[in-house]
Antibody, heavy 117, light 108 residues
Framework: QVQLQESGPGLVKPSETLSLTCAVSGGSVSSSCCFWSWIRQPPGKGLEWIGYIYYSGSTNYNPSLKSRVAISLDKSKNQFSLTLTSVTAADTAMYYC?????????WGQGTMVTVSS | EIVLTQSPGTLSLSPGERATLSCRASQSVTSNYLAWYQQKPGQAPRLLIHGASSRATGIPDRFSGSESGTDFTLTISRLEPEDFAVYYCHQYGGSPRTFGQGTKVEIK
C-alpha cells in the first residue's frame, strides 16, 4: 500500500519561498506508472492542482502558478518536493501531495501552510 | 482549460435516499478521464470513481458514475450516515488538471 507524507514549515512570511517535501513509502517515485503531484486547498474552498513530475523528471505546471512553482524529484530518498516563490496570503492553504495513477488514487494527509508576517 | 461546473451546490437528503450529483464539462473530456472524490472535514479527498464509471478499490457498489457527452453524474443509491460529505469531480484528461467547485451532501 502506497503512502505519502508531506512535511515542511507551517508558517511562511510574505514574499518568501514555500518549500514542502512528500515522502513516498510502499512504492517508488522511479516507477513509470504514475505522475507525482501537488494539490492545494485554501481554507473552506475547493481544490487546485499545482503540478506534477514524472519519473523521467519532466514536469507540468498549472499556468496560474507556473512562473512561481517548481517540482523536483529525489530518487535516492524516494521523495518529491515543491517550491513556490514570492508567496502571499493567497497561498495560504492545505497542501496535499498525491499520486496520479488512475486519477489521484493516493493522497497524503496534507500539511497546512499559512503565509503571514 | 476545461471548466467543470457541479450542481447543485448543496443537496439536503435523509439516510436511505438516493443522491444524484452532476458535473458538466465546458468541453469534451479526453478518454472520459473524469473522476469523483469524497472529502470529509479534516481529511484528504478519497477517490471514488475514475474513468467516469469505474469504482476505485474498496468503494461500495452504492456509488456509481455515468456520462453522457460532457455531462457526468455520480449516484449514491442509498445514503449511509458516512456518505454525508463534500464531493468533487475532476478531469485528468487535459492540462491543467481541473476540479469542480464541489457539492455538499448534508443531512436533511
Amino acid at each position: 500500500q502506497v503512502q505519502l507524507q508531506e512535511s515542511g514549515p507551517g508558517l511562511v512570511k510574505p514574499s518568501e519561498t514555500l518549500s514542502l517535501t512528500c515522502a513516498v513509502s510502499g512504492g517508488s517515485v522511479s516507477s513509470s506508472c504514475c505522475f507525482w503531484s501537488w494539490i492545494r486547498q485554501p481554507p473552506g474552498k475547493g481544490l487546485e492542482w499545482i503540478g506534477y513530475i514524472y519519473y523521467s523528471g519532466s514536469t507540468n505546471y498549472n499556468p496560474s502558478l507556473k512562473s512561481r512553482v517548481a517540482i523536483s524529484l529525489d530518487k535516492s530518498k524516494n521523495q518529491f518536493s515543491l517550491t513556490l516563490t514570492s508567496v502571499t496570503a493567497a497561498d495560504t492553504a492545505m497542501y496535499y501531495c498525491a499520486r496520479e495513477g488512475d486519477a489521484f488514487d493516493m493522497w497524503g494527509q496534507g500539511t497546512m501552510v499559512t503565509v503571514s508576517s | 482549460e476545461i471548466v467543470l461546473t457541479q450542481s447543485p451546490g448543496t443537496l439536503s437528503l435523509s439516510p436511505g435516499e438516493r443522491a444524484t450529483l452532476s458535473c458538466r464539462a465546458s468541453q469534451s473530456v479526453t478518454s472520459n478521464y473524469l473522476a469523483w472524490y469524497q472529502q470529509k472535514p479534516g481529511q484528504a479527498p478519497r477517490l471514488l470513481i475514475h474513468g467516469a464509471s469505474s469504482r476505485a478499490t474498496g468503494i461500495p457498489d452504492r456509488f456509481s458514475g455515468s456520462e453522457s457527452g460532457t455531462d457526468f453524474t455520480l449516484t449514491i443509491s442509498r445514503l449511509e450516515p458516512e456518505d454525508f460529505a463534500v464531493y468533487y469531480c475532476h478531469q485528468y484528461g487535459g492540462s491543467p488538471r481541473t476540479f469542480g467547485q464541489g457539492t455538499k451532501v448534508e443531512i436533511k
